[in-house]
């Protein structure tokens, strides 16, 4: 297990800030690159890194593959990071992968789309309370136009003392532990830190690509050199890539659809059946509980319960639909026609570092309670190294291909759904039984994409060498 140099890198990717209820994240565009490099060396000492322990506020930085550019690194360096970082999210062969058509198309998008200001810089301003928060960001605010910086747009998150997600479960719990990061978990969640930091070795056992340094500028010296041994400054040592999209869900659209599958004879709502097919369709219960170890009834309370695996106790999905999300975007140890061992070793080489936030009114719906108060959604983010063999491997491979496993015609219920599938093309649900199994049809889309960009999620050191090119 390698050491990480926790001081050096920013404290989100691994901590996830649980205790910081609001946050406020701005989409910047920079208008004069000298203004806005003074106003990263400004505030880079103020950047949260994994040992700080802040109580108040917490502040981190992102980049797009423009927003370097823009903020003055060469081409030639900027073409050494990652095809799909360079590219972005909205070209036709992103759009493919990721599903995003008919309203979720990038030109529909309110940022990060062909017909919205470009984005540049993402500040993540975070607080104990919507008042911390919003007093920090307020007065890093009034520096922007003298920095050279325009506010593109403002998103506001929050997390729910229960951490449950506005569909009405609890979320954010099945997520990778980083080797020397200091955290614990099960082994099975225990991955290389290479998959998710680079310059250190990932679970290939290799390094993974990192963007090294093809032309001098800016004070070279403050740049680690290249773990792989290629001799040059390294830039992504510490850092990460970030993906991050807006998500908006259609609460009533979901419980409406759960009630009319699952309604009594007489037409009225049979509350627990409609909340049993939410729970198969996602992996779990809304109190956090795994279906896969409560199959008939959510045991109530509140569980971090993310110690399990399939091969052993529901080889054939009987008790936790292979379609289900929780369970076809973390196979564990059923990885396609695998054995356990082989498949939890594929498995780890497509995980995500995963965080989200609530954005819009909260509201902890349920099959009564499914109106919430203007529109509601997920401020999505995931750290990985590669983002073409994990976060797009997962969201192409698993959560939209339809033949997933021994399926059909199943993409995954809440992120792979087709808005408009073509003529004769159907979007069902499988829930394996015995003697025959059942089939949820007619399955709809409710989550929709409002906006989204790749972001470089750098290490301290590279934030304030940025502040020197």
């Keep these: 297990m390698e050491n990480l140099e926790l001081s050096d890198i920013q404290g989100y990717i691994i901590r996830g800030y649980k205790h910081m209820m609001y946050s406020r994240y701005a989409i910047l565009n920079i208008t004069d690159p000298v203004l806005a490099r003074k106003f990263i060396k400004a505030h880079a000492a103020e950047i949260t890194n994994v040992t700080h322990h802040a109580k108040e506020n917490c502040l981190n930085m992102a980049f797009t593959?423009?927003?370097l550019l823009a903020l003055g690194l060469k081409q030639s360096n900027l073409d050494n990071f990652m095809r799909e970082f360079r590219e972005g999210m909205t070209t036709e062969h992103r759009r493919r992968l990721l599903g995003d058509f008919d309203s979720s198309a990038p030109e529909n998008w309110r940022w990060g789309g062909p017909n919205n200001d470009a984005v540049h810089i993402l500040l993540m301003v975070f607080g104990k309370d919507k008042e911390t928060a919003l007093a920090y960001y307020d007065s890093l605010q009034k520096e922007f136009a003298a920095s050279g910086l325009k506010?593109?747009?403002?998103?506001?998150?929050?997390?729910l003392p229960m951490n449950k997600e506005h569909f009405g479960f609890r979320d954010g719990i099945s997520q990778p532990v980083i080797k020397g990061s200091g955290r614990t978990g099960p082994d099975n969640d225990c991955?290389?830190?290479?998959?998710?930091l680079m310059g250190y070795k990932n679970e290939y056992n290799v390094y993974p690509d990192t963007p090294v340094l093809a032309e001098e500028q800016g004070e070279?010296?403050?740049?680690?050199?290249?773990?792989?041994?290629?001799?040059?400054?390294?830039?992504?040592?510490?850092?990460?890539?970030?993906?991050?999209?807006?998500?908006?869900?259609?609460?009533?659209g979901y419980w409406n659809f759960m009630n009319e599958k699952t309604k009594n004879e007489d037409g009225s709502v049979n509350e627990a059946e409609s909340v049993k097919l939410a729970a198969k369709m996602m992996g779990r219960w809304p109190s956090g509980a795994p279906v896969v170890k409560y199959p008939d009834k959510d045991p109530g309370g509140i569980s971090d319960d993310d110690n399990f695996m399939y091969a052993d106790i529901d080889k054939d999905g009987l008790k936790c639909p292979f379609g289900s999300h929780l369970r076809r975007t973390n196979p564990r140890d059923t990885?396609?026609?695998?054995?356990?061992?082989?498949?939890?070793r594929l498995t780890k080489r497509h995980r995500i570092m995963r965080r989200a936030r609530l954005y819009g009114e909260p509201i902890v719906s349920s099959p009564t309670n499914y109106s919430p108060n203007g529109e509601v959604g997920l401020i999505f983010t995931c750290f990985n190294a590669d983002?073409?063999?994990?976060?797009e491997f997962i969201?192409?491979?698993?959560a939209n291909y339809p033949k997933f496993k021994e399926l059909y015609n199943d993409p995954d219920p809440i992120c792979g759904m087709v808005e408009n599938p073509a003529p004769g093309v159907e979007q069902n649900f499988t829930i394996q039984a015995e003697p025959v199994n059942k089939y949820v049809t007619g399955l709809k889309k409710f989550v929709f994409v409002k906006g989204g960009a790749y972001f470089f999620f750098p290490s301290l050191t590279v934030i304030n060498y940025l502040a020197t090119i």
Excluded: C, H
């Design 65 to 67: 593959s423009t927003g």
């Design 151 to 159: 506010e593109v747009i403002q998103l506001d998150g929050q997390t």
């Design 191 to 196: 991955i290389n830190a290479g998959e998710f």
């Design 220 to 252: 070279v010296f403050m740049l680690p050199f290249d773990a792989g041994g290629s001799g040059k400054k390294d830039l992504g040592r510490n850092g990460s890539y970030m993906v991050m999209r807006q998500l908006q869900q259609d609460v009533e």
């Design 335 to 344: 990885f396609e026609d695998n054995g356990a061992k082989e498949s939890l």
């Design 387 to 391: 983002i073409s063999r994990q976060y």
């Design 395 to 398: 969201q192409y491979t698993w």
